[in-house]
């Protein structure tokens, strides 16, 4: 764990605070309280997700999944809470109970209704299961995966396709949170390998899984019911032709029923649901700022002469108008009790974005020396890092770059993800039932980004203040690089764009449900969680619960359109993804997802290691491709926990190198990735 040095002196005194919050309730039991005899939608119980045994008892636990007793919400995705509607694009949607998500130390359910919006579990979906002591020698891990293909597999991941049944690649982890003090605490996480579809149907299942001593685990009653038919007269009986037709896709595949330990059918989110506001929200924005954009007012200009500064001549600071589609989330009372705001989108009637009003946000611009003769200079948006500020682009590797390849470089707030939603950030983790500002706030991020390119290319030399220096815009040379959060929400950003086609993406990632366990950025949050939320498998639950929501804005529900099925109106686009080796911070294991999805981004030469069911591809490459930097870190232990060595962190390290920038330099220039480090592992001798 990061010494205690390390945390910011603001998340130790918020630590405390949590901490000392009243510590009354725990975990989210199955009997805490009276329970409701209907669904979260209202409906009888017995008719939820199938046809009903007029017979049947009711529903002792309509909030609850009883396929595994354990916990309420277990196996997640939870089956139970996935039911029928045909007027959702899937013609599913989501009906999570009142007391279905964990509780926090005040008691206090996870509210379901914004997730409850959803018509599936979103494509960045991860299965929990739960078996103490398992024994977990021969199955995969993320250093096997191949072996998840495996004819005698004792978990499999199918994708059902009409009557086509497609093996899923995955590996299997237990959770490694550190309050896990017995068997019983530590989930097995199921991880799709791949990025799964849009509005697809998934059968999950499991055979012959067996402890530590040899013994085979028995299903649990509920399922192992349902697996032989024997529901009859049982509140059961409403879902058996569900699970029947379950069963039936898997004794097609070739595993037998009756070694079934578990199964069930899990539908991803549509098109729709993962992307339409978004779009909406996109399309929206750039109508209201025209064909030029907002307009942009500089604040600030410091000139610099050759001698004070051989890079960079016009430091510029300034505001953009921009359509605001957010609306005030009332936090409570945060840290030290002091109030706390969100934001969520400003929705109308039917539910669909809508805009409110106008804000001023700032942006920073950076021209250099090369732009005093006049010569027409392109455009580089630079992306931020977690909960920074667009003023991160004044980097003087970024200044260097600009001066000698003849781009001017900007920048702006990530909102949704920058320094002013820090506190927000950190109240929400107090009542996980506001975890949806995260991705509608990233809404309103993405707007502003694409507002402001727009803005530089088609006002910029118009500016008084640039235009009286003779400075000069080539509109044709418009790209994108960011690093860590820059490069993990770059997916998003250039995916969306219409204008952007080019990017460098530098130390990124998808899925943040996989990423936040792996890095070290997490623990000050992880702390503030432990606190809030008790249970070791509640914290498991909200994590991959969360991703739900956070597909609508994650890149992994993203990287499929950014040139594999491009969204409508909008351009094909190419990216290098530029990983470190052992990164501390980023975890590299979701990149090679990305790479195994057959979405067009290749992986080339000398990652390092082999990357199973994925062949390298040779430079030069056109396209988007993977490249992995080496500065000598080892490859981190399989498992969801941070990376620690003796090297240090290279999560910095590629960016400011100069190969890295004569490659994405050539990139922009001319589409293609080459080889810039001499046939050996980047950065090279």
């Given at each position: 764990?990061?010494?205690?040095?390390?945390?910011?002196?603001?998340f130790?005194?918020l630590?405390?605070?949590?901490?000392?919050?009243?510590?009354?309730?725990c975990?989210?039991?199955a009997?805490?309280?009276?329970?409701?005899?209907s669904t979260?939608?209202?409906?009888?119980a017995?008719?939820?997700?199938?046809?009903?045994?007029?017979?049947?008892?009711?529903?002792?636990?309509?909030?609850?999944?009883?396929?595994?007793?354990?916990?309420?919400?277990?196996?997640?995705?939870?089956?139970?809470?996935?039911?029928?509607?045909?007027?959702?694009?899937?013609g599913?949607?989501l009906?999570l109970?009142?007391?279905?998500l964990?509780k926090n130390?005040d008691?206090?359910?996870?509210?379901p209704?914004?997730?409850?919006r959803?018509?599936?579990?979103?494509?960045?979906?991860?299965?929990?299961?739960?078996?103490?002591?398992?024994?977990?020698?021969?199955?995969?891990?993320?250093?096997?995966?191949?072996?998840?293909?495996?004819?005698?597999a004792?978990?499999?991941?199918?994708?059902?396709?009409?009557?086509?049944?497609?093996?899923?690649?995955?590996w299997?982890?237990?959770?490694?949170?550190?309050?896990?003090k017995?068997?019983?605490?530590?989930?097995?996480?199921?991880?799709?390998?791949?990025?799964?579809?849009?509005?697809?149907?998934?059968i999950?299942?499991?055979?012959?899984?067996?402890?530590?001593?040899?013994?085979?685990?028995?299903?649990?009653?509920?399922f192992?019911?349902?697996?032989?038919?024997?529901?009859?007269?049982?509140?059961?009986?409403?879902?058996?032709a569900?699970?029947?037709?379950?069963?039936?896709?898997?004794?097609a595949a070739?595993?037998?029923?009756s070694e079934?330990?578990?199964?069930?059918?899990?539908?991803?989110?549509?098109?729709?649901?993962?992307?339409?506001?978004?779009?909406?929200?996109?399309?929206?924005?750039?109508?209201a700022a025209?064909?030029?954009g907002?307009?942009l007012?500089?604040?600030?200009?410091?000139?610099?002469?050759?001698?004070?500064?051989?890079?960079?001549?016009?430091?510029?600071?300034?505001?953009?108008?921009?359509p605001?589609f957010?609306?005030?989330?009332?936090?409570?009372?945060?840290?030290?009790?002091?109030?706390?705001?969100?934001?969520?989108?400003?929705?109308?009637?039917?539910?669909k974005?809508?805009?409110?009003?106008?804000?001023?946000?700032?942006?920073?611009?950076?021209?250099?020396?090369?732009?005093?003769?006049g010569?027409?200079?392109?455009?580089?948006q630079?992306?931020?890092?977690l909960?920074?500020?667009?003023?991160?682009?004044?980097a003087?590797?970024?200044?260097?770059a600009?001066?000698?390849?003849?781009?001017?470089?900007?920048?702006?707030?990530?909102?949704?993800?920058?320094?002013?939603?820090?506190?927000?950030i950190?109240a929400?983790?107090?009542?996980?039932?506001?975890?949806?500002?995260?991705?509608?706030?990233?809404?309103?991020?993405?707007?502003?980004?694409?507002?402001?390119?727009?803005?530089?290319r088609?006002?910029?030399a118009e500016l008084?203040?640039?235009?009286?220096?003779?400075?000069?815009?080539?509109k044709?040379?418009q790209?994108?690089?960011?690093?860590?959060?820059?490069?993990?929400?770059?997916?998003?950003y250039?995916?969306?764009?219409?204008?952007?086609?080019?990017?460098?993406?530098?130390?990124?990632?998808?899925?943040?449900?996989?990423?936040?366990?792996?890095?070290?950025d997490?623990?000050?949050?992880?702390?503030i969680m432990r606190?809030?939320?008790?249970?070791?498998?509640?914290?498991?639950v909200?994590l991959?619960?969360?991703?739900?929501?956070?597909?609508?804005?994650?890149?992994v529900?993203?990287?499929?359109?950014?040139?594999?099925?491009?969204?409508?109106?909008?351009?094909?686009?190419?990216?290098?993804?530029?990983?470190?080796?052992?990164?501390?911070?980023?975890?590299?294991?979701?990149?090679?997802i990305?790479?195994?999805s057959?979405?067009?981004v290749?992986?080339?030469?000398?990652?390092?290691?082999t990357?199973?069911l994925?062949?390298?591809?040779?430079?030069?490459?056109?396209?988007?491709?993977?490249?992995?930097w080496?500065?000598g870190?080892?490859w981190?232990?399989?498992?969801?926990?941070?990376?620690?060595?003796?090297?240090?962190?290279p999560?910095?390290?590629?960016?400011g190198?100069?190969?890295?920038?004569?490659?994405?330099?050539?990139?922009?220039?001319?589409?293609?990735?080459?080889?810039?480090?001499?046939?050996?592992?980047?950065?090279?001798?």
């Amino acid at each position: 764990m990061r010494p205690c040095s390390r945390i910011p002196a603001s998340f130790r005194a918020l630590l405390l605070l949590a901490l000392a919050a009243p510590l009354a309730g725990c975990g989210n039991d199955a009997d805490d309280g009276a329970k409701d005899s209907s669904t979260a939608d209202g409906s009888d119980a017995a008719n939820a997700d199938g046809s009903a045994d007029a017979n049947a008892s009711v529903d002792p636990d309509p909030d609850c999944e009883e396929l595994d007793p354990r916990h309420c919400a277990l196996p997640w995705p939870p089956p139970k809470f996935l039911v029928p509607d045909s007027t959702s694009p899937t013609g599913h949607r989501l009906a999570l109970g009142a007391k279905t998500l964990p509780k926090n130390v005040d008691g206090k359910h996870v509210d379901p209704t914004r997730w409850n919006r959803s018509d599936g579990w979103g494509v960045g979906f991860t299965v929990l299961t739960l078996w103490p002591e398992i024994d977990l020698q021969g199955l995969p891990s993320e250093s096997s995966i191949a072996a998840s293909l495996a004819d005698d597999a004792k978990a499999a991941l199918w994708r059902v396709d009409g009557e086509k049944m497609e093996r899923v690649p995955y590996w299997l982890e237990l959770d490694d949170d550190v309050d896990a003090k017995t068997a019983e605490e530590r989930v097995l996480m199921l991880r799709p390998a791949v990025i799964p579809h849009e509005g697809s149907r998934y059968i999950v299942a499991f055979r012959g899984l067996k402890d530590t001593k040899g013994t085979v685990f028995p299903a649990s009653e509920a399922f192992a019911a349902l697996r032989d038919g024997s529901t009859a007269g049982s509140y059961l009986a409403a879902r058996q032709a569900r699970f029947d037709a379950v069963f039936a896709k898997i004794e097609a595949a070739g595993w037998k029923r009756s070694e079934l330990q578990l199964a069930w059918e899990i539908h991803t989110s549509s098109h729709e649901f993962l992307h339409g506001d978004m779009l909406a929200v996109r399309d929206a924005a750039m109508a209201a700022a025209g064909v030029k954009g907002p307009k942009l007012t500089i604040t600030k200009l410091e000139e610099r002469s050759k001698e004070q500064d051989p890079a960079l001549w016009l430091a510029i600071e300034g505001t953009f108008e921009v359509p605001n589609f957010t609306t005030p989330l009332d936090l409570g009372d945060g840290a030290g009790g002091k109030p706390q705001q969100g934001y969520v989108l400003n929705r109308d009637a039917a539910g669909k974005p809508k805009q409110n009003g106008t804000t001023s946000m700032p942006f920073w611009l950076r021209v250099p020396q090369s732009a005093r003769d006049g010569s027409p200079h392109g455009l580089l948006q630079y992306g931020h890092g977690l909960l920074g500020t667009g003023s991160q682009v004044k980097a003087g590797h970024l200044d260097r770059a600009g001066r000698d390849h003849k781009l001017i470089n900007f920048a702006c707030n990530w909102t949704g993800m920058a320094n002013p939603d820090y506190q927000p950030i950190t109240a929400m983790i107090f009542d996980f039932s506001n975890f949806a500002m995260i991705p509608e706030r990233l809404h309103q991020g993405m707007a502003e980004f694409l507002l402001l390119a727009r803005a530089m290319r088609e006002q910029l030399a118009e500016l008084p203040e640039l235009a009286q220096r003779g400075v000069a815009i080539d509109k044709t040379r418009q790209f994108y690089t960011g690093d860590s959060q820059g490069g993990i929400y770059g997916t998003t950003y250039v995916a969306l764009s219409q204008e952007v086609t080019r990017a460098v993406l530098g130390v990124p990632g998808q899925n943040y449900s996989i990423l936040l366990r792996r890095s070290t950025d997490f623990i000050p949050y992880f702390f503030i969680m432990r606190a809030r939320y008790e249970g070791v498998i509640d914290r498991a639950v909200l994590l991959a619960g969360g991703q739900v929501l956070w597909d609508q804005a994650d890149p992994v529900s993203y990287a499929r359109h950014l040139s594999a099925e491009p969204f409508p109106d909008t351009p094909a686009h190419h990216a290098i993804f530029a990983s470190a080796k052992g990164d501390w911070q980023v975890a590299l294991v979701t990149n090679e997802i990305t790479a195994r999805s057959g979405l067009g981004v290749a992986l080339a030469p000398h990652y390092g290691k082999t990357v199973d069911l994925v062949t390298p591809t040779p430079y030069p490459i056109q396209g988007s491709a993977l490249i992995n930097w080496d500065f000598g870190n080892p490859w981190p232990a399989p498992g969801p926990k941070p990376p620690y060595d003796t090297v240090g962190d290279p999560h910095g390290k590629p960016r400011g190198n100069p190969k890295y920038i004569e490659q994405m330099m050539h990139f922009f220039a001319t589409g293609t990735i080459v080889d810039v480090c001499d046939d050996e592992p980047c950065p090279g001798a």
